[in-house]
């Protein structure tokens, strides 16, 4: 019980309210925004979208990781006015809108209509977008977005089969998704401090502007966003910007009676890893893991959006995962070289394309905890929304952030199950062994 909550005898104990709720528009970043607050003190339990109200329990931070990043606008802003609802008996003093750091979104994408329904939940009168991440050399300068040395237009990303990034310009991608006009914090706002940055969103404000592209080259940026943000009542972007939250609410007393979080549970059994990004990392990763004398089983795009062939090329590849698992970890992937993913893509269509496979994937990996797999390592953020999904989970609870790409949960329930998911993009090279073997 925390130093809040008050009950008469007998009755049912109170919850006080979140001190902080975010809407992440995936599981894998989801998972990795829940874990920085454990890292930071912070309990901190993810629900999925099938989470109910009663699944947050009484740590002072929740995340809710939706499966939301491609999907259309409509069913987006459906999906978190269902988080909302979900969150709204615990009336969250500060909501979050986590997604990805190289802002996965096209003009038709939905960011800016989720912003849109958050802004009106909440009543704010203005929010920033941040979605830069130094520590994987993803930055924000001048509102345009670069990854290493190179604006976001002219990396790997311009391929995205889903969200290719052809314009650098955050300001211009946001104001292609919203009403509501958009401006710019300058990265010489932010060196100036806090105060500058209070007054440059009064001036913005005051100008009927409310929202803003944030700039942010470096972690002292970050540092001097988050202390900006802290009170607002909404704030939206990566999860680095999130991470400084936990020390300004400790030096102030917010978590004053929360207890700190307390360590994962160790799950035994069988191992799997579950694959469905197409990311050069993930390859890497998997060749790594084959080199360890593990099985990788491949399922063919191609077979999976053949309505003749799906089903017995997913029952095929399930039979070969349950029949190596006696001798250890298996893998069972959809990754692919990008241009033969693109031609299924070109032949089915994008969207018949993904669905195909995480249909397919989600299937597999309900099998294999039918047979006993209680550990998983899942590749992809929709493909760790389709699992999850098809295994029925709501809850989790958090382990602290190792890495970018290395983050721990544990399913709630009689039966939990430990899962390591991540983006496609990150993680070392040998982490799927290794996160097997950490349970």
Known sequence: MTSRQTSRPGAPRPLPPLVFAGIADDLTGGIELASLMVRGGVAARLLTARGR???????????????????????????????LAVLAPRAPRQLF??????????????????????????????TAFCP????????????????????????PKRHDPLTPMREPDLVRVLA????????????????????????????????????????????????????????????????????YYPDLWRARGDLAGYARPAPLPKVTGRSAVIAGSCAERTAAQLAAFAETGRPVIHLEAAALVDPAEAEAAAEAALTAAIAALPSGAVAVATTADPAAVAAVQARAGVKRTAAAIERALGRIAGG??????????????????AVLDALGVRALEVGPFEAPGLSRAVSTGATPISFHLKSGKLGPVDMFARALSEG
């Open 97 to 126: 809108q986590k997604y990805c750091a190289t802002f996965d979104s096209t003009p038709r994408g939905n960011i800016g209509p989720i912003a849109d329904v958050l802004m009106a939940a909440t009543g704010a009168p203005f």
């Open 53 to 83: 109200t009663e699944d947050i329990g009484d740590a002072p931070a929740t995340v809710i990781g939706l499966k939301v990043r491609v999907a259309p606008k409509a069913a987006a802003v459906a999906a978190v006015r269902r988080a």
């Open 132 to 155: 830069a991440f130094p520590e994987v050399d993803r930055t924000v300068y001048a509102g345009h977005l670069f990854a290493i040395d190179q604006l976001i237009s002219r990396s």
């Open 368 to 385: 294999l905890a039918e047979a006993g797999v209680t550990r998983f390592v899942i590749a992809g953020g929709e493909t760790s929304g």
């Open 176 to 243: 292609a998704q919203t009403a509501e006009t958009v401006g710019l914090i300058r990265h010489q706002v932010l060196a100036a401090g806090p105060e500058a940055v209070a007054a440059k969103v009064a001036a913005l404000t005051a100008a009927g502007v409310r929202y803003a592209i944030s700039d942010a080259v470096d972690e002292a940026d970050l540092a001097c966003l988050a202390a900006a943000s802290l009170d607002w009542r909404l704030m939206t972007g990566g999860s680095s910007v999130a991470v």
